[in-house]
Nanobody
Framework: QVQLVESGGGLVQAGGSLRLSCAAS????????MGWFRQAPGLEREFVAA????????NYVDSVKGRFTISRDNAKNTVYLQMNSLKPEDTAVYYC?????????????????WGQGTQVTVSS
């Protein structure tokens, strides 16, 4: 069983950048597809990005395409979300999640292990 811990969140001005990290323990991340989701106050948890276990393909929600990049370093057992050109609408708690290896999909129920989340706040 894998455990996930997110870090790297914080307060940033609109137009700025943050890099989130998701560190795994208990099992190598190479066994899993990985995703990032976010949840703003009063809203449902939303898919942001996903990456295949091998890093061979990725998937993004339209609102972050061209601004966010998901990547992974299986040797370091870590997944990243580089967030550039941040907007106030990106403000949310960001969660990383692990799914059994397969296709990269946006569905929440495909991801069986979740981290605690890290807060990202973008000011205007």
């Amino acid at each position: 069983q894998v455990q996930l811990v997110e870090s790297g969140g914080g307060l940033v001005q609109a137009g700025g950048s943050l890099r989130l990290s998701c560190a795994a323990s208990g099992r190598a991340l190479g066994s899993y597809n990985m995703g990032w989701f976010r949840q703003a106050p009063g809203l449902e948890r939303e898919f942001v990005a996903a990456i295949r276990w091998s890093g061979s393909n990725t998937n993004y929600v339209d609102s972050v395409k061209g601004r966010f990049t998901i990547s992974r370093d299986n040797a370091k057992n870590t997944v990243y979300l580089q967030m550039n050109s941040l907007k106030p609408e990106d403000t949310a708690v960001y969660y990383c999640a692990a799914a059994p290896a397969g296709g990269v999909v946006p569905w929440r129920n495909a991801y069986h292990v979740w981290g605690q989340g890290t807060q990202v706040t973008v000011s205007s």
